[in-house]
């Protein structure tokens, strides 16, 4: 058994205003989870999407608003929101500092449709 450092694991550009640091996925072997973590600045997040998988949005450091299908709730450190398959989901930032916000989906590989067709619907494959 090996643990994972997650301070040591790289953190990229998602979009402007928000950075992803990748924990789990197909790229480590992960046959079943993605794992990652999402740090965004005030009045930033990710925009109305959907995944084909349940995902688990958990609020690790800041204040969200999170959104879906159509309803919005403020998310606090130690609170998460599950988002069903098929749903449609975003969240923003509505605290002043950076919003940390850990992210787990039924798949291995992320996948999402947008709204917006700019966004890049699929990351972290092998």
């Known amino acids: 058994m090996k643990a994972l450092d997650h301070e040591t694991q790289p953190l990229e550009k998602w979009r402007d205003g928000v950075m992803t640091r990748m924990l789990y996925s197909a790229l480590?072997?992960?046959?079943?989870?993605?794992i990652f973590e999402q740090f965004c600045e005030p009045g930033l997040g990710a925009p109305i999407h959907l995944h084909a998988v349940e995902e688990v949005l958990e609020v690790i450091e800041g204040e969200a608003e999170i959104y879906l299908r159509g309803e919005s709730s403020i998310v606090r450190p130690n609170?998460?929101?599950?988002?069903?398959?098929?749903?449609?989901?975003g969240f923003k930032n509505v605290g002043t500092g950076t919003l940390r916000v850990r992210a787990t989906l039924a798949a291995p590989i992320f996948e999402a449709s947008y709204d917006n067709r700019d966004e890049l619907s699929r990351r972290y494959v092998p």
């Open 79 to 89: 609170q998460s929101v599950l988002i069903p398959a098929g749903a449609k989901h």
């Open 28 to 34: 480590v072997q992960s046959v079943q989870l993605c």
